[in-house]
C-alpha cells in the first residue's frame, strides 16, 4: 500500500510543481525548465528516499516518532528496505505511464470524439491550426524526464550499500528509460521546445 502511494505522490506531485513553476515567471524556457527539474527531483527523492524512513524510525526522547527501527538493523531491512525496493522497482516503469495512456489512449479517444461526436455538441475543427493539434503528439518533457533519471540514481548509490539490487533496478531503469524515450521521441513526441543555452 505505502509502495503505490510513494510512487502515487511522485506522480502528483510531479503535476503540482509544473503548475506551480509557471507562477515563478521565469525569463527563458531554460530557466523554468531547470525550475521544475530542481523541484521535482528534490520532492520525489524526499518522498522516495526519506519520508519512509522518517515515518518509521524510533528516536529515542521524541513522543511523537512512532516507528519501530532503531536503525539500519536487519528488521529495517526486511521491512524498510523491502518497501524501498519495491517502491524501486515501480519507479522503472511508472515514469512512462502517463505519456503511453495520453499516446495510445486518451489522444485517438479525442480524435474520435472530435471525430464523430464533435458535429452534433461543438463546431468541428476549421483551421488547420486545430487540426494539426489534434493529430500531432505530446511535447517530450524533458524536466521531468531528467529529474526521474536523477531520482533513480541518487536512490540507488543512496542505499546500494545495504540494498544491493537498487543497483540493478537502476540499471534497468535508465536502459528502459532510454529505449521508450528514443521510441517515443522518433514515433510520438512532436518538436520539442529550443532551449537557450
Not at 536487519?74 to 503511453?100: K, N
Request: contains cysteine; proline residues 5%; charged residues 15%.
Amino acid at each position: 500500500m505505502s509502495v503505490s502511494m510513494v510512487s502515487l505522490l511522485n506522480v502528483i506531485l510531479e503535476e503540482v510543481v509544473k503548475v506551480v513553476a509557471t507562477w515563478e515567471h521565469s525569463h527563458t524556457l531554460s530557466a523554468q525548465a531547470a525550475a521544475i527539474m530542481s523541484k521535482v527531483f528534490i520532492g520525489i527523492y524526499l518522498n522516495t528516499a526519506f519520508i519512509l524512513i522518517v515515518v518509521n524510525l524510533k528516536i529515542p526522547g521524541v513522543d511523537i516518532s512512532r516507528g519501530s527501527h532503531n536503525g539500519f538493523t536487519p528488521e529495517w531491512y526486511g521491512s524498510i528496505g523491502a518497501s524501498l525496493t519495491l517502491t524501486m522497482l515501480m519507479d522503472i516503469f511508472m515514469p512512462h505511464v502517463v505519456p503511453t495512456i495520453t499516446i495510445f489512449i486518451v489522444k485517438p479517444l479525442l480524435r474520435r470524439f472530435n471525430q464523430y461526436l464533435s458535429p452534433r455538441f461543438t463546431t468541428p475543427p476549421v483551421t488547420q491550426k486545430q487540426i494539426n493539434d489534434m493529430y500531432s503528439g505530446i511535447e517530450f518533457e524533458l524536466p521531468i524526464r531528467v529529474a526521474y533519471v536523477l531520482n533513480t540514481v541518487s536512490i540507488a548509490i543512496t542505499f546500494v550499500s545495504g540494498i544491493p539490487l537498487m543497483l540493478i533496478f537502476a540499471t534497468i531503469s535508465l536502459c528502459l528509460s532510454y529505449v521508450v524515450d528514443r521510441w517515443f521521441l522518433l514515433r510520438f513526441y512532436r518538436k520539442g521546445v529550443v532551449y537557450d543555452n
